[in-house]
Structures are given as structure tokens and as C-alpha cells.
């Protein structure tokens, strides 16, 4: 019989649903059972495409002996991260404080007032490798419930005391400047893998915002090494494992620092991201490797992750059935090869052909002798009409295998992220299909997902809108993808919703010295209200924040828009020289800060070549953080626009810095010198 998730919209809370345990949603309902009955709660923290989350859902939470003790002695609560990262926040630093590691899933034992007092990520069903089994860490925690109850009250309320003191002091006075900018270039330039690209060592992740700061900071300085590690990593990459070399799109990370092995799964924030990476790396060197994968990447996430709705779903998962009917699944099943299989579809000679070309081996790369698809650097010049006739025969052939599952829920940041991609990559180039399919995003997102006073929710699926309150990463990342759509698609309607959604981070999410919090003034109060400026898998909501501010005052000449995008970046300053792996989108928008942002205006009547050849132009300028207003002069689409006549009845581009503006232009290549480096 299902359990209370079976009314749920998250993928990941309803493949819960069968489960023998009597799962409660994350709900004030869940807590009032554990007090009515007088037992803790466990708080079970997942996601659909999470590997050892199915796991250990199949090997204790479809358990009738596990599931069996739990309903006796606790109250279950499941939560989806990416529904509530709010509450995943909050009980990740508890137990990254408290164990020094983290991850998902994860599962933290709290009292009925929501206290941590136990932590944990994976447990098996049995001891091994020194871990305790899942068994008996239930038995421990209700025998220390039920004997040691006032040293457990203790330890859960010392934990949130410590919590409460995490608010994080202010990062600092004054916005980050060349200073900080250099330093955290050399920080970077020591973290660099010379021989692989990207930074660190294994697991290696796509270091997509880290790479936005390198090439702005190039195109404003000129600094060639951030340029060379930028394109180098951008190659390493799209040659890798990581990239799906038959259909395109990025998996989460390598497990090793090759880019070999990927973690299968395929997030949409991570294509998004990369997808706009690559078309600023073409857009600075006219690499033919960098438009391809930009263009395969936005053409993956339409293909692959948009939903009959006009949005874009969360994630494709790493594991799918394997093809031989027997129902197991595998991770990476559906994209890895052996050699035997690439005969079968492409023939012997073929066969041998492909395995040169993609680094497959006898032995195989990957697990059970099949090896993940590479673009080794060896593999020398190769026939083009060869190589596309391979890959579309392959591409077929992996189609008739059982697909990863797909979480469809639509969250509002990660959407916001792929309209930006999708708006930019459509309007570099001239693809008004991908400018389109941003549209159907943003509206939809409107439509659904924003009330009437512009309040976002974070979710929804299948056109009906989840019951959670947008967080500062959903208003943030959702104004940036309107403002891109707005530079590209020459309507001001989005500029204007853009603005309502960061009048409301003013409002609600803004503390009195500049400090952004993750949650709303008005938000459901949890042990700690969670704050958090460094960017990981994706821009943290205060560092998108900052930059869509920056953003819409440039658009606006707002003086509070842009004061308060200052204030914001005083935490880059304090953390960019020190952790600037993990500040990267701080650091971008603080190039653009320091560049003006340009300011651009482009008049003309709309469908008139030599505007249309401007207004891309523009576009395409490298001056980091410009905005772009194109329309027809003296509109009221956008402020820009305002008092820019045409020039001797030709289309022309105004462009201002720094409170100047230079002549008008009307030829092509006059406008590109005017958003090149400028010294």
C-alpha cells in the first residue's frame, strides 16, 4: 500500500512511495507525530539521479525487516534536496561540522523539535569496510533515545547553538578589486592540473563559473594564461569521458582526473552552465570545438531534458537497465561500449575505425570490458563523412536501449540558467529556434511558477506548481535568464519581470549590512536560517544575486540596484583571494563591475539588416557583463533606448562606461573596437 509521498510531485519522493516504510513529506504534521508519540525522527535526504540513494533505498528502504523497525521506533521523513535546499542545507553543515564530510545521501537523526543529533551519509545493510550497518545504527540511536535521552537533548542543543553562531560575519568593506582579482588568478594558476586541465585532483568536477571569471578576466586584462587555462580545460573535457561524444551534454563529474570515467548522470544546471561557457570560449577564439559543443550541449538539454510543458527537467540518471531484458540496472549502461557491441552495429572494418577514434579498448576503459566514448588527442586527422556516418549509426543503435530515467520536476534557478544558455547560444548563432524554446521557459515560469506579487515557487511538474517557496538561487538565477533573453530577443517585458523578482531580493532576502540569506524574511523557520556565498555545482543565490543586480542597474541606471550588487560582491572580496575555486560567478561579476559593465544601445528599425548585423555585434562583444537594449528608436521597451536617435537615418549602437558614453556607431567593426579591451 503506498505511503504518504504518493500525492508528492517530486520523481524522487513517489519512487518512495511502495516503499514499506511509512515515509512522511517534510512537514510541521511529521514533527507533531514524533511528539504525540514520543520517538525521534529519521531524516532520509536524496535526489532522483543520485546513485547511493537507490542503493540504500533498495537495500534497507525496500526492506520489510528495516522498513518494519523504523515505523516502530521512528518517524521516517524523506526530502527531495533540490525541492527543499533549504532544509538539505541547514543539515548538511550540521553534518559536515560534525563528521568532516558530506554528501548524499543523507540521513540525520533529529529530535521531535527538528535537533540533529546523529549523522551519517550511506549506510550499508551490513558491517563492512569499518561501517557500521543501517540495522545497527537504528538500534544505537534508540537505545541512546530511550536510556541517555538528557545527553541527547544536550548534544542536539549544543549542535544548533553552534549552528545559530554560524551567520556569517560580513566579508569585508569595499567591492573586490584588481588586487583581489590577480590574487585569486594565482590561486588558481596553483590549483591547475597542467596535464589534464580543470583543478584539483580525482573526483573532478566541471569548473564551469571558474571558467567565466578566466574569460572575463582575459577580455579585460588581456591576461593570455587565464585564456590558456580556460581553453585548455574546455578541450580536456570535450574530448573526455564527460561528454557524451554521440549525443551531447555533460555528466555530473569525472572519478578521475582525466576526464575519463564519468558519474553518469547528466544535471541540467551543469549543461546549462557549460553550454554558455563554451559559447563565451568560441566567442573570444572562434574555436570550431568550442561552437560545436555549445551547439551540441543546447541541442542535448532540448532534446533530452525539455518536458511537453515548455520548461526543462532537473536531471537524467546514471543508471538504466541493462539491454539484455534481465531487468538489472547498471550505472553508465546505456552510454558505454565494448568492442563486440560497436561490431555488431557498425560492421569490422567500421568497428576498428570507431574504437581508434573514440579510445575503446579490448580491455575496456570502464567496468565488465566496455569502455565510455573519448576523442583521444592521438587519434590523428580522421575522414569527417566517416566519423558523422559512425556516430549517427551508434547514436540509433544506443536509442534502442532502455533509457535513464528522467526527473521531470521543473525547478525555477536551473531553469533560469538554460534560458540564459539557450538565449545566448541562439542569438550567437542565428538559431531562433534554441531563442524560441528560452522563450517557452520563461514563460512558462511566469505563467506557473510566479504569483501575482511576483513570489516564485521552486518546483513544479506536469504543469502543476509544487508547494515550496522559491529560495534566493530561484529569483536570482531566474532573473539572469530573463535579462540574457532580453539582450537577445530585443523585448522589454523581461527586463521589467527581471525587475520584480529582484525588487523582491531587496525585500525579503537582504540583511541590513548587504548579507544575503538563502531564505525569505517570511520563509518556514528552520533550526538556522541558511546563508551560504561560495558557488559549487551552481552559482550560490548570493553571488547570482550580485550579478543580475549588477546586471539590471547597468539596463536601469539604477543607483540601489547597482549600490546593493556592491555591497553583495564585499563577501568575493574577502573569500575570491582565498577560495577561488569555489567563488568563481563572484569573481565574473566582479570583472564585470570593474569593466562598467558596458552599457549598450542598439536603434534601428526591427528586421532591418543593418540593425539585425549590430545587434549582433553586440552580442558578441567580450566586455564582460554587458547588457544589450536593441529596438526601435525612441521606444519605451527598454530605459537604454531613451533619447538614441538613428545617425543620418542608419541604425546605430551607443555604447556608455563608467557614466560616459562614446559616439554612436553605425558600421559592424567600429562597434566591436568599442567592446574590446579598452585598457
Same mark, same amino acid.
Given at each position: 500500500?503506498?505511503?504518504?509521498?504518493?500525492?508528492?510531485?517530486?520523481?524522487?519522493?513517489?519512487?518512495?512511495?511502495?516503499?514499506?516504510?511509512?515515509?512522511?513529506?517534510?512537514?510541521?504534521?511529521?514533527?507533531?507525530?514524533?511528539?504525540?508519540?514520543?520517538?525521534?525522527?529519521?531524516?532520509?535526504?536524496?535526489?532522483?539521479?543520485?546513485?547511493?540513494?537507490?542503493?540504500?533505498?533498495?537495500?534497507?528502504?525496500?526492506?520489510?525487516?528495516?522498513?518494519?523497525?523504523?515505523?516502530?521506533?521512528?518517524?521516517?521523513?524523506?526530502?527531495?534536496?533540490?525541492?527543499?535546499?533549504?532544509?538539505?542545507?541547514?543539515?548538511?553543515?550540521?553534518?559536515?561540522?560534525?563528521?568532516?564530510?558530506?554528501?548524499?545521501?543523507?540521513?540525520?537523526?533529529?529530535?521531535?523539535?527538528?535537533?540533529?543529533?546523529?549523522?551519517?551519509?550511506?549506510?550499508?545493510?551490513?558491517?563492512?569496510?569499518?561501517?557500521?550497518?543501517?540495522?545497527?545504527?537504528?538500534?544505537?540511536?534508540?537505545?541512546?533515545?530511550?536510556?541517555?535521552?538528557?545527553?541527547?537533548?544536550?548534544?542536539?542543543?549544543?549542535?544548533?547553538?553552534?549552528?545559530?553562531?554560524?551567520?556569517?560575519?560580513?566579508?569585508?568593506?569595499?567591492?573586490?578589486?584588481?588586487?583581489?582579482?590577480?590574487?585569486?588568478?594565482?590561486?588558481?594558476?596553483?590549483?591547475?592540473?597542467?596535464?589534464?586541465?580543470?583543478?584539483?585532483?580525482?573526483?573532478?568536477?566541471?569548473?564551469?563559473?571558474?571558467?567565466?571569471?578566466?574569460?572575463?578576466?582575459?577580455?579585460?586584462?588581456?591576461?593570455?594564461?587565464?585564456?590558456?587555462?580556460?581553453?585548455?580545460?574546455?578541450?580536456?573535457?570535450?574530448?573526455?569521458?564527460?561528454?557524451?561524444?554521440?549525443?551531447?551534454?555533460?555528466?555530473?563529474?569525472?572519478?578521475?582526473?582525466?576526464?575519463?570515467?564519468?558519474?553518469?548522470?547528466?544535471?541540467?544546471?551543469?549543461?546549462?552552465?557549460?553550454?554558455?561557457?563554451?559559447?563565451?570560449?568560441?566567442?573570444?577564439?572562434?574555436?570550431?570545438?568550442?561552437?560545436?559543443?555549445?551547439?551540441?550541449?543546447?541541442?542535448?538539454?532540448?532534446?533530452?531534458?525539455?518536458?511537453?510543458?515548455?520548461?526543462?527537467?532537473?536531471?537524467?540518471?546514471?543508471?538504466?537497465?541493462?539491454?539484455?531484458?534481465?531487468?538489472?540496472?547498471?550505472?553508465?549502461?546505456?552510454?558505454?561500449?565494448?568492442?563486440?557491441?560497436?561490431?555488431?552495429?557498425?560492421?569490422?572494418?567500421?568497428?576498428?575505425?570507431?574504437?581508434?577514434?573514440?579510445?575503446?579498448?579490448?580491455?575496456?576503459?570502464?567496468?565488465?570490458?566496455?569502455?565510455?566514448?573519448?576523442?583521444?588527442?592521438?587519434?590523428?586527422?580522421?575522414?569527417?563523412?566517416?566519423?558523422?556516418?559512425?556516430?549517427?549509426?551508434?547514436?540509433?543503435?544506443?536509442?534502442?536501449?532502455?533509457?535513464?530515467?528522467?526527473?521531470?520536476?521543473?525547478?525555477?534557478?536551473?531553469?533560469?540558467?538554460?534560458?540564459?544558455?539557450?538565449?545566448?547560444?541562439?542569438?550567437?548563432?542565428?538559431?531562433?529556434?534554441?531563442?524560441?524554446?528560452?522563450?517557452?521557459?520563461?514563460?512558462?515560469?511566469?505563467?506557473?511558477?510566479?504569483?501575482?506579487?511576483?513570489?516564485?515557487?521552486?518546483?513544479?511538474?506536469?504543469?502543476h506548481a509544487g508547494a515550496n517557496a522559491g529560495v534566493l538561487e530561484d529569483y536570482a538565477d531566474v532573473a539572469e535568464g530573463?535579462?540574457?533573453?532580453?539582450?537577445?530577443?530585443?523585448?522589454?517585458?523581461?527586463?521589467?519581470?527581471?525587475?520584480?523578482?529582484?525588487?523582491?531580493?531587496?525585500?525579503?532576502?537582504?540583511?541590513?549590512?548587504?548579507?544575503?540569506?538563502?531564505?525569505?524574511?517570511?520563509?518556514?523557520?528552520?533550526?538556522?536560517?541558511?546563508?551560504?556565498?561560495?558557488d559549487n555545482a551552481a552559482p550560490s543565490g548570493w553571488t547570482a544575486a550580485a550579478g543580475a543586480l549588477l546586471s539590471y542597474a547597468a539596463h536601469t541606471g539604477s543607483e540601489t540596484h547597482r549600490t546593493e550588487?556592491?555591497?553583495?560582491?564585499?563577501?568575493?572580496?574577502?573569500?575570491?583571494?582565498?577560495?577561488?575555486?569555489?567563488?568563481?560567478?563572484? *569573481?565574473?561579476? @566582479?570583472?564585470? %563591475?570593474?569593466?562598467? &559593465?558596458?552599457? #549598450?544601445?542598439?536603434? =534601428?528599425? +526591427? !528586421?532591418?539588416?543593418?540593425?539585425?548585423? *549590430?545587434?549582433? @555585434?553586440?552580442? %558578441?562583444?567580450?566586455? &564582460?557583463?554587458? #547588457?544589450?537594449?536593441? =529596438?526601435? +528608436? !525612441?521606444?519605451?521597451?527598454?530605459?537604454? *533606448?531613451?533619447?538614441?536617435?538613428?545617425?543620418?537615418?542608419? &541604425?546605430?549602437?551607443?555604447?556608455?562606461?563608467?557614466?560616459?558614453?562614446?559616439?554612436?556607431?553605425?558600421?559592424?567593426?567600429?562597434?566591436?573596437?568599442?567592446?574590446?579591451?579598452?585598457?
Open positions: 500500500m503506498p505511503n504518504r509521498l504518493a500525492h508528492e510531485t517530486s520523481p524522487y519522493l513517489l519512487q518512495h512511495a511502495d516503499n514499506p516504510v511509512d515515509w512522511w513529506p517534510w512537514s510541521s504534521e511529521a514533527f507533531e507525530e514524533a511528539r504525540r508519540r514520543g520517538v525521534p525522527v529519521l531524516l532520509s535526504v536524496g535526489y532522483s539521479s543520485c546513485h547511493w540513494c537507490h542503493v540504500m533505498a533498495h537495500e534497507s528502504f525496500e526492506d520489510d525487516g528495516t522498513a518494519a523497525y523504523l515505523n516502530e521506533h521512528f518517524v521516517s521523513v524523506k526530502v527531495d534536496r533540490e525541492e527543499r535546499p533549504d532544509v538539505d542545507a541547514v543539515y548538511m553543515e550540521a553534518v559536515q561540522s560534525a563528521t568532516g564530510q558530506g554528501g548524499w545521501p543523507m540521513t540525520v537523526f533529529l529530535t521531535p523539535g527538528a535537533e540533529p543529533f546523529y549523522f551519517g551519509t550511506y549506510f550499508p545493510p551490513a558491517p563492512r569496510h569499518g561501517m557500521p550497518s543501517f540495522r545497527q545504527i537504528l538500534e544505537g540511536v534508540t537505545a541512546a533515545w530511550t536510556d541517555r535521552r538528557g545527553e541527547v537533548d544536550e548534544v542536539a542543543g549544543k549542535i544548533v547553538r553552534d549552528l545559530a553562531g554560524r551567520t556569517l560575519a560580513y566579508g569585508g568593506q569595499g567591492t573586490p578589486g584588481e588586487e583581489e582579482l590577480a590574487q585569486a588568478l594565482l590561486g588558481l594558476t596553483r590549483e591547475y592540473d597542467p596535464a589534464h586541465g580543470g583543478f584539483g585532483g580525482a573526483p573532478k568536477f566541471p569548473p564551469s563559473m571558474v571558467l567565466e571569471f578566466l574569460l572575463r578576466h582575459h577580455a579585460r586584462t588581456g591576461a593570455e594564461g587565464a585564456l590558456q587555462m580556460a581553453a585548455d580545460t574546455c578541450e580536456a573535457m570535450a574530448r573526455g569521458g564527460i561528454y557524451d561524444q554521440l549525443g551531447g551534454g555533460f555528466a555530473r563529474y569525472s572519478v578521475d582526473r582525466e576526464w575519463v570515467i564519468p558519474h553518469f548522470e547528466k544535471m541540467l544546471y551543469d549543461n546549462a552552465l557549460l553550454c554558455r561557457v563554451y559559447a563565451h570560449l568560441w566567442r573570444i577564439t572562434g574555436s570550431d570545438l568550442a561552437r560545436r559543443v555549445a551547439l551540441e550541449t543546447a541541442d542535448f538539454m532540448v532534446r533530452e531534458l525539455r518536458t511537453p510543458e515548455g520548461g526543462f527537467a532537473s536531471a537524467l540518471d546514471a543508471d538504466s537497465a541493462l539491454a539484455d531484458g534481465s531487468g538489472k540496472h547498471a550505472e553508465g549502461a546505456y552510454y558505454v561500449w565494448t568492442p563486440g557491441q560497436l561490431r555488431e552495429v557498425l560492421g569490422a572494418e567500421d568497428a576498428e575505425f570507431a574504437m581508434r577514434y573514440f579510445g575503446v579498448t579490448e580491455e575496456g576503459t570502464f567496468e565488465h570490458g566496455s569502455s565510455v566514448l573519448q576523442l583521444p588527442q592521438d587519434a590523428g586527422v580522421a575522414d569527417a563523412g566517416r566519423v558523422s556516418s559512425v556516430r549517427e549509426r551508434l547514436l540509433a543503435a544506443r536509442e534502442q536501449r532502455p533509457r535513464p530515467g528522467r526527473d521531470d520536476k521543473i525547478v525555477a534557478a536551473w531553469n533560469g540558467l538554460a534560458i540564459a544558455a539557450l538565449a545566448e547560444v541562439g542569438g550567437y548563432f542565428d538559431r531562433p529556434d534554441l531563442v524560441e524554446r528560452a522563450t517557452e521557459a520563461a514563460d512558462l515560469l511566469v505563467r506557473l511558477h510566479m504569483d501575482d506579487g511576483a513570489r516564485l515557487t521552486r518546483t513544479s511538474r506536469d504543469g530573463f535579462l540574457a533573453l532580453a539582450s537577445v530577443s530585443g523585448e522589454g517585458a523581461w527586463l521589467e519581470f527581471a525587475g520584480f523578482l529582484l525588487d523582491i531580493v531587496l525585500d525579503r532576502f537582504t540583511g541590513p549590512e548587504g548579507q544575503l540569506y538563502d531564505t525569505a524574511h517570511d520563509a518556514e523557520r528552520l533550526i538556522r536560517r541558511p546563508q551560504d556565498p561560495t550588487a556592491e555591497r553583495a560582491l564585499g563577501v568575493v572580496k574577502a573569500l575570491g583571494p582565498r577560495a577561488p575555486r569555489f567563488t568563481g560567478w563572484g *569573481l565574473a561579476t @566582479a570583472e564585470a %563591475l570593474l569593466d562598467g &559593465p558596458r552599457e #549598450v544601445a542598439v536603434v =534601428g528599425v +526591427p !528586421g532591418d539588416a543593418g540593425m539585425r548585423n *549590430l545587434h549582433k @555585434a553586440a552580442l %558578441l562583444g567580450t566586455a &564582460p557583463g554587458a #547588457v544589450v537594449a536593441a =529596438g526601435a +528608436p !525612441g521606444g519605451d521597451e527598454f530605459p537604454l *533606448l531613451a533619447d538614441r536617435p538613428l545617425v543620418d537615418g542608419k &541604425p546605430a549602437a551607443y555604447v556608455c562606461r563608467h557614466f560616459v558614453c562614446a559616439a554612436p556607431v553605425t558600421e559592424v567593426e567600429a562597434l566591436r573596437g568599442e567592446l574590446g579591451p579598452q585598457g
